[in-house]
């Protein structure tokens, strides 16, 4: 079993809808919870973090967390056809030093007109 | 400010050869960090370098594979006699450490194909 398990999709909606992605965890000791978005033959790029359970909210996108649930979500609202990516999440302990993140593979988002 | 940038963009190679890869990571940052994306994969960690610690080199699936960093700036990442399933995106991140955040920025990737 992976330690982080996120859908591959691929998950086309409608411009404007809301959109869900969710990634799921075995490892309890992830405290540090990322979200990632990439563009073809591009680099990641960082969308939002947080450390804690709850929801986090930056303009559009709302990531949450239940560590109790081992579960962690991006909700994108009003989508557009320039959100049409790969999102991936990604997680970590915090070691005071450098972290390395473990990924989930990534769901491929495509938003239509 | 400079992002994370990585040279080459692409790269193609014969089974056996030696590659290197290079990585010039955001000014100030600290750490920098080695992943690799297979083909419809998510990113598989390789390598990190923290300042002046010893490198945590616990994500090199094989011997063939090797990693410096001179200082707090530039990377590379060597993979000696290349093999086919050596093939996939070589990224590098960077990010400060401590209370200053943790998060990594990457860069836009090696495209590394072993023919």
């Known amino acids: 079993q992976k330690e982080v398990e996120q859908d591959p999709g691929p998950l086309s909606v409608p411009e404007g809808a809301i959109v869900s992605l969710n990634c799921t965890y075995s490892?309890?000791?992830?405290?540090?919870f990322m979200w990632y978005r990439q563009y073809s033959r591009k680099g990641p790029e960082l969308l939002m973090y947080t450390y804690s359970s709850g929801n986090k909210e930056d303009g559009r996108f709302t990531a949450q967390v239940d560590k109790s649930s081992k579960y962690i979500s991006l909700f994108i609202r009003d989508s557009q056809p320039s959100d049409s990516a790969t999102y991936l999440c990604a997680m970590s302990v915090l070691t005071g030093g450098g972290n390395k993140l473990t990924f989930g593979t990534g769901t491929q988002l495509k938003v239509e007109l | 400010g400079a992002g994370v940038s990585q040279s080459p963009s692409n790269k193609v190679t014969e089974k056996g050869k030696d590659v290197e890869l290079r990585c010039d990571p955001i000014s100030g940052h600290t750490a920098l960090y080695w992943y690799r994306q297979r083909l419809g994969q998510g990113l598989e960690f390789l390598i990190y370098f923290q300042g002046n610690s010893a490198p945590d080199k616990s994500g090199l699936p094989s011997d063939r594979f090797s990693a410096e960093r001179t200082g707090e700036s530039v990377s590379t990442l060597t993979i000696q006699r290349t093999q086919q399933e050596d093939s996939a995106v070589y990224l590098c991140?960077?990010?400060?450490?401590?209370?200053?955040?943790?998060?990594?920025?990457f860069g836009p990737g090696t495209r590394l194909t072993v023919t």
């Open positions: 490892n309890s000791a992830f405290q540090y």
């Open positions: 991140a960077s990010s400060f450490t401590g209370g200053s955040g943790y998060e990594q920025y």
